[in-house]
């Protein structure tokens, strides 16, 4: 697939940070195939995070690659990068054209149904390139993508498409928080690639 001066269909904040969207980056036929070789092949595991002193198993199953030895640090967890795949390989080249950067690792989540979802969050751990920030692909069912300011409480979202892209900014992971929330009535599962780049 040739990705060639690709350009956001909407920037989604006004102030505090920069997120891009790029709807229809994957077509319907590429999509399809990339959620089937994803959801056989990549080593999937239901993720641990602690959570007010408790630790906590969560319903959506998560994978984590990249380079050798990169360790992750979030939700006071440590995870060691599997080796990429060839087919991570190709989706990260992709993804490194949108936004002419560069990216050592991949964190997958995959949804089952619209019942998981992801609470309110930032994505602002140390390890995280201020450089370069999180640009996420969207595979499968089509889910609500929402942002809330840390200080106003303002909030805006919008639809991520089978198929899309989305690149958020390390601003915006200072002023902001996001969330997918749940949506009970999608039965279709999602694959989400949120692809960045760890200091090591």
């Known amino acids: 697939m040739q990705i060639t001066s690709l350009q956001p269909t909407l920037q989604l904040l006004t102030a505090d940070g920069q997120?891009?969207?790029?709807?229809?980056?994957?077509?319907?036929?590429?999509?399809?195939q990339l959620m089937q070789v994803l959801s056989e092949k990549i080593?999937?595991?239901?993720?641990?995070v602690k959570m007010y002193g408790k630790t906590i198993t969560t319903k959506r199953q998560v994978a984590w690659y990249g380079e050798k030895d990169i360790v992750y640090r979030y939700s006071g967890i440590d995870r060691r990068a599997l080796p990429w795949t060839s087919e991570l390989l190709q989706i990260k080249e992709i993804a490194e054209k949108i936004v002419n950067k560069s990216f050592n690792s991949c964190l997958l989540n995959l949804y089952s149904n619209g019942s998981e979802g992801m609470a309110w969050h930032s994505d602002d751990e140390k390890e995280l390139d201020p450089q370069i920030?999180?640009?996420?692909?969207?595979?499968?069912?089509?889910?609500?993508?929402c942002f809330r300011h840390k200080t106003n409480d303002y909030k805006?979202?919008?639809?991520?498409?089978?198929?899309s892209v989305l690149w958020m900014d390390s601003i915006c992971q200072k002023f902001w928080k996001h969330s997918l929330p749940v949506m009970k009535k999608v039965q279709e599962p999602r694959i989400n690639l949120t692809f960045r780049n760890i200091l090591q």
């Open 43 to 48: 080593d999937w595991k239901q993720d641990v």
């Open 19 to 32: 997120v891009h969207y790029f709807s229809g980056v994957f077509d319907q036929q590429k999509s399809a």
């Open 156 to 163: 805006t979202e919008l639809m991520l498409e089978n198929g």
């Open 133 to 145: 920030g999180i640009l996420s692909i969207s595979l499968g069912a089509e889910r609500r993508f």
